[in-house]
């Protein structure tokens, strides 16, 4: 028999409550007789707390584990449960509006998020050093804010839709994240303040992952500001040839690039959209010259007609529905430093 979730809930509802439910049990009935040695709460080892509270989600963390006890509460600020704060199971419940931000979030869900971000940034006293947002989940500037004042030595960040962010919100937040080295973010129609700002503020910054087409002003954007660039994916996405040019040109640290899965347009509007079924020479030229002067290390592609994700970008005209797919598709990278 496996006593791992008996162990649990004996913390939770106290041994002698789950030995009297387990009666029938003749393992659970010699545990009874040793219930009455049992430690008391604030007796409990601390590494061992620590241990178990790393196993909780976030939901398991916020729900009140720290007010058991003044020991309780010192495993659950220990700075090894709080290295990532995983909000990724976190969703919005919304609709969309047809004007400016095109989404509105019940109020519900915002004080969810709200008391969440509170009482997890309470716990961590600054020890986050990676956020992670679900892509479907709606910050407002108030909560990225309050969560950037909190996290000051944060080195990765999974961003989450940009619908209720204010360019000023965001550029806040970069310019107390000095120690940012990844950013997974959602396509941006205006990216140049956020790229100027990172290269800014964020002097250790090195991979990039778009989760959305990358345009030729994108891409002449990361050549312009960000050329030490050292990682960048942009898989499950719409990128036109003459934007992979920049980046291929552009890039000069670039050592992986990964545009698996991708749509390859020819020639931006307003030509005729012409879909490349595969890399022309020109294109694997670059990357053969860059992989010989040894600064591409890695040029990950697939545009297989055989391929599931492949299919998926195509069916969905290059910006993937990540809603209509398994619920961990979206965190997928073939880059093992980006995945989630």
């Known amino acids: 028999m496996n006593f791992i979730p008996i162990i649990f809930l004996a913390f939770f509802f106290g041994c002698s409550d789950v030995l009297r439910f387990l009666g029938g049990i003749p393992q659970a009935r010699e545990m009874e007789d040793m219930d009455s040695h049992s430690r008391k709460w604030e007796e409990m080892d601390n590494d061992v707390l620590v241990k178990i509270f790393q196993c909780f989600d976030i939901f398991g963390l916020t729900s009140g584990i720290d007010q058991v006890c003044s020991t309780w509460r010192s ?54 050093t990676t956020l992670i947002f679900n892509y479907n989940l709606y910050v407002s500037d108030d909560q990225l804010t ?49 790229i100027e700002e990172i290269a800014k503020n964020c002097k250790k910054f090195t991979e990039l992952k778009i989760m959305g087409p990358c345009h ?22 719409e990128i036109f040839k003459d934007a992979l040019n920049i980046i ?20 931006p509007p307003p030509s005729p959209r012409r ?4 890399l022309d020479e020109s294109i694997l030229e670059k990357a053969k010259k860059a992989k010989k002067e040894r600064r591409l290390h890695k040029f990950i592609t697939c545009m297989s007609d055989s391929c599931i994700m492949c299919e998926r970008t195509r069916k969905d005209g290059g910006l993937i529905r990540w809603y209509k797919y398994e619920a961990d598709f979206w965190k997928v990278d073939e880059v093992k430093s980006l995945a989630i």
């Not at 979030?105 to 940034?121: H, Q």
């Not at 990765?156 to 310019?175: D, F, Q, S, Y």
């Not at 030729?216 to 996405?237: D, E, G, M, V």
């Open 275 to 278: 879909v490349l079924k595969e």
């Open 216 to 237: 030729i002003y994108f891409a002449w954007t990361l050549a312009k500001f960000l050329p030490n660039l050292k990682i960048l994916s942009i898989r499950c996405s």
């Open 248 to 267: 291929l040109d552009g890039l000069t640290g670039l050592e992986v690039l990964n545009i698996s899965h991708c749509v390859l347009i020819e020639q």
């Open 75 to 128: 495993a659950a600020c220990d700075p090894l449960i709080w290295k990532t704060l995983d909000l990724s199971m976190l969703k919005s419940n919304f609709i969309n509006t047809s004007v400016i931000p095109y989404v509105y979030v019940d109020d519900p869900s915002d004080k969810t998020l709200t008391r969440i971000l509170k009482i997890a940034l309470s716990l961590s006293h600054g020890s986050i």
């Open 146 to 194: 309050y969560t950037a004042e909190r996290c000051p030595r944060l080195k990765r960040l999974v961003m989450p839709a940009w619908n209720r962010i204010e360019k000023t919100g965001i550029c806040k937040a970069i310019c107390m994240w000095e120690d940012l080295e990844s950013l997974t973010m959602p396509s941006i129609s205006n990216p140049l303040f956020l």
